[in-house]
């Protein structure tokens, strides 16, 4: 097709863009083997670059997940890995690496508490890393502190969505040994010796904490069953 001065001249530009920009996103789906062309879109009025490219229904650059061991955190990141192409970091996997390599003197049956205090340090400057570079990353792990929204500003919390696991505590009664039995579901496991009475508390204290915060949780009650589509 030829094209005269003028407003014909702008009319290439924009036909040769809008060319590049369909080999652009036909190339992202087959990398992405995604066959649903709702997947990846633009925001509409805005300009056209790298950036402007999101996942539906996942706005932030990076989720946290905790709760209490064995509440399904690792089962969780996974299945957002494979539904939103998120990578994920486990601070258990962190944790054993700094024990394992001796970077940490302390033991890794250490209290929560204490392992919190030395790995959230760690953690949270990589979460202002990954925002600073605008890039997502799913974090799940029992070590993130009530209170970490205090440990950044403004600009670095609207980037950060966060969700609690908690069992109920009629879940906990009527399924604790499903609880032991699932365990590696999804992470082969060294045998853990948690009781009953441990797994009923830590989830009250931290049921009674998300509500007075006013944290985002999901209280996994008579089945367990989370909607990937609701995070």
């Known amino acids: 097709m030829l094209f005269t001065v003028g407003k014909d001249k702008q009319k290439c530009r924009n036909s040769l863009r809008g060319q590049a920009i369909k080999i652009f996103f036909l190339y992202l789906r087959i990398l992405c ?19 402007t490219l999101y996942v539906p229904n996942l ?11 064995h509440t399904g955190k690792t089962l969780l990141a996974q299945k957002l890995l494979e539904k939103y192409k998120y990578p994920y970091l486990s601070i258990d996997h962190l944790k054993m690496g700094l024990i394992r390599s001796k970077q940490c003197t302390l033991p890794a049956d250490s209290s929560d508490m204490e392992l919190t205090n030395y790995l959230w340090p760690i953690v949270r400057e990589m979460i202002k890393t990954c925002i600073e570079n605008s890039q997502n990353l799913i974090i799940e792990g029992c070590y993130i502190p ?3 929204e205090k440990d950044f500003t403004d600009k670095y919390v609207k980037h950060i969505k966060y969700l609690c696991l908690i069992f109920s505590q009629e879940y906990i009664r009527l399924r604790f040994q499903d609880i032991l039995d699932k365990e590696s ?3 082969k496991r060294l045998s853990t010796d948690i009781t009953f009475e441990d797994v009923s508390r830590t989830n ?12 985002r949780y999901v209280l996994i009650d008579k089945d367990y069953l989370i909607n990937v589509d609701d995070i």
């Open 146 to 148: 009530f209170g970490w």
């Open 33 to 51: 083997k995604c066959d649903d062309s709702k997947t990846l879109r633009l925001y509409r009025n805005r300009p056209i670059d790298s950036t």
């Open 59 to 69: 706005k932030y650059m990076i989720i946290l997940i905790a709760g209490d061991t």
């Open 204 to 215: 009250r204290y931290n049921l009674e904490q998300c509500i007075s915060r006013g944290y």
């Open 185 to 187: 579901v999804i992470e």
